[in-house]
Structure formats: structure tokens, C-alpha cells
């Protein structure tokens, strides 16, 4: 008993923490100084969050409990234990999350002429309206299911908002259950009335009403000569992790595709939401139809998926949102661009290829600050085009939709260059994506891989091989995120250009690694994971262990997405107490316990939440005076160090070095969309004293 006392002490429960980071997601939203439609933007993002969060995490602690497992969590907490309390701290959140909405949201939003209006408040032109709207582009598409001896409870998808119904048979007084599938897929959740039908408060007025509710009051249409007693909504959430055992899978994207199919049909459902009006018999008629106990169901006296009210932001009203960024071109590459409009502000004579800047010296970038267009994509296009250019080989991981750099690789296996790109076909919820991505490349003539057997490969690299005078030279580009023109544009990301001689060859030896039987244990200059990584960082963290004991300053600071390790976080606890000074950035998840006096007195742990999704990975060490800084794809979870395939490279070009340092002290002063992690494991969000300094405003005017 002891001993789980102890361990409570050093680590804070994963679950509970990743809650504590969709909870500051909240409080965003319910920050009245955050601009309206952003509002409505940041309740969605907790939303969205919560429904992986169910059909991965809860999921899976539910089946721990079914198969009766008992182990104790690193925190020791029995996975029922872990089940209570997620329900137990997210039930004040919910409630938080619906009055916003309702009393806030709405309220405000009909202020600024968008009102979001219940179907029984419509007038009778905007009745009829909307109602011929549901006859001509709602009705035929639905289909009503009902319940009895005949017709068995219909299967309900994951993530699908129903309608369930009560209604009546006149001749006989028969009542029976029916269910009617909202069909958001392929329709907006909220239907815009026409202008011409509404008081214009201004030119960006809107009235719109929930797709539930039209269908709702329209249930008659459905079942003609039948009367509608009563009608709710309800959701449900199902298990839809994917496990694959790919090192029995003859065709791993067979494996992905078969896998993929049964998340479509789903899992076992893991929450049930309904509205709260809904009585207990129907309560209970669902329960049983759907197989889900008490504490699964979740009540709600408003919306139920609210990750659709995302739908606002594209309302054209400009005032209500975030002010536009357009990040830029760095100096350095504003002469090696292709595209045709900055061909016109350029002479020819004047145009310098990305190789030769390149191959001058090293180029950071920091995106979105950082247009992706014309730094990576351009890169990767150059290389398409050049007829000196031989080889390509990247990583794709989470890819957009419509990509340029897959049209570039297209473009250079048409060129008749060698083209490898891996694609990691287990990205969860992107898996489709990138299956119909990896078919279209391998049909267009460029080499597909999946990665290593048993790992998940996350790495972000390129590598591009060129013939020149002197012979084969290498040139890189090593990232913290993904090759993702969408999310480069909210995400903030790092990312080197290099043609460095030693990071050339670690990276030809690690797409060996990636592509063949190569066993290579040993990297000059790169960080590798599953191989080199863990040791390498924990070398470093022991470094400033060991000059901290000798009397030198010892000094730490790292910024990542989530730090779980245990062994990571045994190693900050002995660097605090050899009186090493750990200042640690982390957007997610924390289980250390900062500022515990004789454990983690010297840590101190920030989180920056605000309108970019902070999502680089900086790991700075003091080093008695030569200080070191390194950048990469991997957090300090055991999935990045052991379970996949990370690269982090050093920076060292002193100059850049220097714009590292500039950028944690930037964040570390952040006063406006910063929280402070308290010895409890909780975060209270910062006051500024004076003039608020958000550190994402300040790196748009840092980053030039």
C-alpha cells in the first residue's frame, strides 16, 4: 500500500491529464475575449477531441475491464478506477460546454445577425421555405427503421446522430419505437434559411436551423397515416481502434483495408448521448436495443455533437474571427521561387535555385510563419523538375487531400527519377486516406513502402539526391510535423533545410533502415528511434545531471506535444534534484508533477493554447555554455521512443541555434494563452500583468 501512495506522487494519470488539456481546448471557447465564430471553433475542436478520446482510449480501458484486467496504472488506478473518474471529471466540462453554447453562443451570435433558431420559432414564410427544402433535398434520402418482431434494433454507425420516435397506429392505438438517420454526410448540419426571408441586421446576417429539428417536425411525412407521440436525438460512439498485426499480414494494406471496413460497421459502443428530455422508457428501450450500461450514457439539455457547430466558421463574417495570417517566403528563399506570379517580380537573371541556397547554409523554418507552399512544397517541386536531381525519398504520414507533393512526386517518376515514399498506411483516421494515395503513387510509377514491421513510422524526412561537378550531394529537409498543406496553415511547425554531409548519409542509412533489412544501430548525427533515440536523450538529460553535480549550471528546456515516459520523467526528477533548472513546454498531456518540493522543485511546466495548434518538438540542453538544440518528430512518450520510427536532428549553425533559443524565451514568457501546471496536476492560466504578450502575435512579428 505504501508503494501506491509513492506512486501517485510521481505520475499523474494519463487519462485524467489528457482531459486537463481538452479542458484548457474549453476554456478557449468560453473566453469571451475570443472572437465569436472562434467561440464556436474551439467547442467543436473539444468535441472532436473527446470522440477519439471515447473511441480509442475509453475503448480501451472498457476492454481491459470486460477481459477482467486489474493491472494498476503507473499512477495505480485499476482501469474501472481510470473509467470513473474520466466520467467524473467530464461531466462538469459537459455542462460547462452546452450552457456556453446555449446562453452565450447563441445569445451573442443573434446579436451580430446569425441566429440560430429553433424550427418552432420560424414564421410561416420561412416554415414553408424550409419545408420544401426537407420534401426536395432531405426526404428521398431517408431511411425510417422500425423496431418489433419483424424488425430487429437496426444497427446504429459510430458517430451517427439519429432521431428516435414514439408514434402511434389511430385504428388501434398501437405504439412502436422507429429510428431515422440524420444524414450528415452529405448535408449541413445547420440549413440556411434564404436572405430574402430574414430581417437583415447587416450584410452577413444568416439565419440557420439544425438539421435534426426539420427532421424532427417532418417525421410525419415519413409514416403518413400515423401520429408522432414523441421525438428525440440521440449519438452513439463506437471502439474504433484499429489493431493490426501486420507481421502475420501477407499485404499490409489488405490488413488496413479489411480493418477499415470493421471500423465503418463499428465496434462495441462505448457512450450513448440523448437529449435529456427523453424519458426513461425510451432510455431503456434504446439501452437494451444497443447493449450499453448506466454509466456509458450521457444526457444533454442542448446539441448533441457539437464537433459540427464547425460549420459557423465558414459564415463570411470576418469580424468574428481571428484576424487572417498570410504567413510569408523567408528572405533567404525569395529568389528561388517557380510559381508564375513570383516569376514576374523576378528577372530572370535574378532566379536562384533552392539547391544553391541550400547548399550555402541551413535554412529553419517555422510555419505557419513560414508559407509550406514556398518552402517545402517548392523544395520538393524543384526536385521534381531538376534534371540533376536523381533520387527522392520521403515519409508521408498524414497527407491532405488535394496534395502538391504528391503531384510532385508524380512528376518527378515521370521525369524518370527515382521516387520512394512511405507511406504509413496505420496514421489513425487518416488510414483511407492514405490507402487511395498509396494506389494512385504506386500506379503512377513511384516506389511504395510501408515502413517497418511492427513500428509505426512518423518520421518527418525528405532526401534528394543531385549529380553535380564535385559528385553525388545530398539535400534534406527534417521536420516536426507532417507534409500537410492543410494543417501547416494551423499548425505550428519546425523545419530544416540542410544539405549537411553527415545528416546525408544518416539519412540514406535510415531509408535503408526504412526500405530494406538494414539493421543500422548507429547515426553520426541524427536521433533515431527505435535505435538511438531514447539513449541519446537520456545522455543529455545525465549531461546536465552531472555538470549540475560538479557545481556548473545545469539547464533544460524542452517543448513537445505530451511527456508520459516514466523513465523520461524518473530522469527530470533526479536533474531537479541535482539542481538542474527544467523549464518544459507541453501543449497535451503531462504526467510529472512539477514543483514538488525534493522531487521536481526545479520544473516548471507551461502550455500554450491559442489560435495555432502548437505542434514542434524543441529539446535545448545548456551544456555548460555550448549549449545544443534539436528538433524532430518524436514526443517524449514510450510510443515515439521505443514503438516507432522518429528522427531529431541537432541544429547547429550557430545563428539558427540562437533563433531557437529566441523562441523558447518567447513562449516562456507567453502571458495571454499560457497555463501554468501546479504541483496538483492541474493548469491555471496566466493573467497578464500589464499588456498581454501572446507569444503566437509575437513570433508573426519575430519570424522575419
Known sequence: ??????????????????LEFNKRVLALALDKNTPLLEQAKFSAIFSNNLDEFFMVRVASLKSQVEAGITKLSEDGKTPLDQLEEIRAHLLPLLKLQENHYEKQLKVELKKEGINICDYKCLNKDQTIWINDYFQKEIFPILTPLAVDPAHPFPFVSNLSLNVAAIISNPSNGKQQFVRVKVPQKSINRFIQ????????????SQTLVPLEQLLSFNLSLLFPGMKIIEHYCFRVTRDADLELRDIEADDLMIAMEEGLRKRRIGG?????????????SVINLLSKGLDIKREDLYLSNSLLGYDDIFELTNLPSPTLKYSKHQGKTPKTLSRSQTSEQEELS???????S???VIRSKDILLHHPYDLFSTTVEEFISQSADDPKVLAIKMTLYRISKDSPIIDALIRAAENGKQVMALVELKARFDEDNNIQWARHLEQSGVHVV???VGLKTHTKIVLVIRNETKGLQS???????????KTSKIYTDLGLLTAREDLGKDLVELFNYLTGFSKQQTFRKLLVAPVTLRKGMESLIRREIKNAKEGKKGHIRAKMNSLVDTSIINLLYEASQAGVKIELIIRGMCCLYPGIINQSENITVVSIIGQFLEHSRVFWFFNDGSSEAYIGSADWMRRNLDRRVEAITPIEEPELLKRIEDLLEIYLKDNYGAWDMLGSGTFVRRKPKGNPSSSQRKIIDFWK
Open 268 to 280: 462495441e459502443i462505448v457512450r450513448l448521448e440523448v437529449s435529456r428530455n427523453m424519458p426513461n
Open 346 to 352: 523576378l528577372k530572370k537573371e535574378e532566379f536562384e
Open 450 to 452: 510501408y515502413g517497418v
Open 354 to 356: 533552392i539547391f544553391s
Open 475 to 485: 539535400y534534406m529537409h527534417i521536420g516536426t510535423g507532417n507534409y500537410n498543406s
Open 193 to 204: 434559411i434564404p436572405n430574402k426571408l430574414i430581417d437583415k441586421k447587416s450584410e452577413y
Open 1 to 18: 500500500m505504501k508503494k501506491d501512495v509513492q506512486i501517485k506522487k510521481l505520475y499523474l494519470n494519463r487519462e485524467l491529464s489528457w
